[in-house]
């Protein structure tokens, strides 16, 4: 069984950082791609980051130089280190997981609120 435990949502003020973990579980095949999507009411799910096998990274362009993902491919889990945090950041931010053979996972969304 497939599982994607996401930690590390919750509540700051403008400014401040937050780091995200998400641990993926029972993947039969190898993973090649990890990573972070957002969305905020009334919007469409938005990627925040994502990092490919080799470490390549993605960012999207409201995240470059604020954001940091990472991932330790042994505990097959990825983090996003947040910085800066604005209150157009707030969202649900969701796990995304792809194996081998295309096959994509989701996380069950973390809140992320920010503050003004």
């Known amino acids: 069984q497939v599982q994607l435990v996401e930690s590390g949502g919750g509540l700051v003020q403008a400014g401040g950082s937050l780091r995200l973990s998400c641990a993926a579980s029972g993947i039969r095949f190898s993973i090649n791609r990890m990573g972070w999507y957002r969305q905020a009411p009334g919007k469409q799910r938005e990627l925040v980051a994502v990092i490919a096998t080799g470490s390549t990274t993605n960012y999207a362009d409201s995240t470059k130089g604020r954001f940091t993902i990472s991932r330790d491919s042994a505990k097959n889990t990825v983090y996003l280190q947040m910085n800066s945090l604005k209150p157009e950041d707030t969202a649900v931010y969701y796990c995304?997981?792809?194996?081998?053979?295309?096959?994509?996972?989701w996380g069950q969304g973390t809140q992320v609120t920010v503050s003004s």
């Open positions: 995304y997981v792809r194996s081998d053979y295309n096959n994509a996972y």
